[in-house]
């Protein structure tokens, strides 16, 4: 089955910087990368996703990158504030199943 | 559209107990999934439901466990006696399932098996 780890576990930024979180998967099979976020005492909610058929997806502050050859992907956030802290799982589904596989997570905290 | 709800949102329990959640998914959603989540960790897939069919079964999923969405509506979960093991935040989700495959997750019920 599909398996999804997630670098780095913490990332702390200063405020307006950049952060970058890397995943990789393993089923060749995947086409769909979610990315979710989750604050604290919420479920998870989705920001951004991505098909393997697109490299590069961005929506105002927020990047996706896809290497499927590689398989990895990456969520880049530019001019981070203090409300982007909180908990960024990546996630990876194949279409044919419905079963979203989520990565460890990544804490980000982004200091003022 | 007022989201997915679940309940309890706190569970504490005696161990050997058994416990139910519920899970109301955003209306004519049809895909109903569960996940389980420890501290520091992701969503664990457990099962999930296309309409009243559960469709899928993680191994995680011991026979303690069994899910149940009569009507294709709402779903509960129930662990059967309750081990220190269980202690975790589960979590619902929904979705309409259309190729998009975005999950509306509830706030989930977290559980402390004593």
């Known amino acids: 089955g599909e398996n999804v780890e997630q670098h780095p576990s913490t990332l702390s930024v200063q405020e307006g910087d950049s952060a970058v979180i890397k995943c990789t998967y393993s089923?060749?099979?995947?086409?769909?990368f979610p990315w979710y976020k989750q604050e604290l005492g919420k479920g998870p909610q989705l920001i951004i996703d991505?098909?393997?058929?697109?490299g590069e997806k961005k929506d105002q502050r927020i990047a996706v990158t896809l290497n499927k050859t590689a398989k990895h992907f990456s969520l880049h956030i530019t001019e981070t504030q203090p409300e982007d802290s909180a908990v960024y799982f990546c996630a990876a589904k194949e279409t044919s199943y419905d079963k979203v596989i989520f990565g460890p997570g990544t804490s980000l905290s982004v200091i003022p | 559209d007022t989201g997915v709800s679940q309940n309890p949102r706190h569970k504490i329990t005696k161990r050997g107990q058994n416990v139910t959640f519920r899970c109301d998914p955003i209306s004519e959603h049809n895909r109903l999934y569960w996940y389980r989540q420890t501290l520091g960790q992701g969503p664990e897939f457990l099962t999930y439901f296309q309409n009243e069919a559960q469709l899928e079964k993680s191994r995680l999923l011991s026979d303690r466990f069994s899910a149940e969405r009569p009507k294709g509506s709402f779903s509960t979960l129930e662990i059967q006696r309750t081990e220190q093991g269980d202690s975790a935040m589960y979590l619902c989700?929904?979705?309409?399932?259309?190729?998009?495959?975005?999950?509306?997750f509830g706030e989930g019920s977290r559980l402390t098996v004593l």
């Open positions: 991505i098909r393997s058929n697109v």
């Open positions: 089923d060749s099979a995947s086409n769909y």
């Open positions: 989700a929904s979705s309409p399932g259309t190729h998009t495959g975005e999950l509306f």
